[in-house]
């Protein structure tokens, strides 16, 4: 990929940011997991809060029905989100909520099923969220 003139005078992300951080200090950028929701949407604010705290990077899940190729440990969080009422605007006041207490890189990892559900406006009002 050929950088645009653009793109040169963007400032850097977060994740480019952690990335380069981790990098100067000669170490492996160390980044966390955990489904947003799990086990209630309190205690993984709460979660996600602490982590941010000691970690580079944040994958904040999003939780759904049939996640096929996750491991049994996460397809239980991800139920016990959706059970505890979890619905996908809880993710983007989750992002929302992190990102303006922390300057911790924020990555949300997904299946394209709930956001092919959530429908075109997913991406823009995930990057509003941040």
Not at 16 to 21: D, T
Not at 29 to 53: E, F, K, N, V, W
Not at 73 to 83: D, K, P, T, Y
Request: proline letters at 8%; glycine letters at 6%; a neutral charge.
């Amino acid at each position: 990929m050929n950088p645009t003139p653009s793109s040169l005078d963007a400032p850097p992300s977060r994740l480019g940011q952690a990335l380069a951080n981790a990098r100067g200090q000669g170490r492996a950028a160390l980044a966390a997991y955990l489904p947003a929701g799990y086990p209630t949407l309190g205690q993984s604010l709460d979660a996600l809060h602490l982590l941010s705290t000691t970690v580079d990077v944040i994958e904040i899940g999003l939780p759904y029905t049939d996640p096929l190729m996750d491991g049994p440990v996460i397809q239980h969080a991800a139920a016990q989100a959706l059970r505890a009422g979890f619905r996908t605007e809880h993710l983007f006041t989750t992002v929302r909520e992190l990102a303006a207490a922390s300057n911790t890189a924020l990555v949300v990892m997904s299946y394209w099923q709930p956001i092919h559900h959530f429908g075109s406006s997913y991406a823009k009002v995930l990057s509003l969220s941040q």
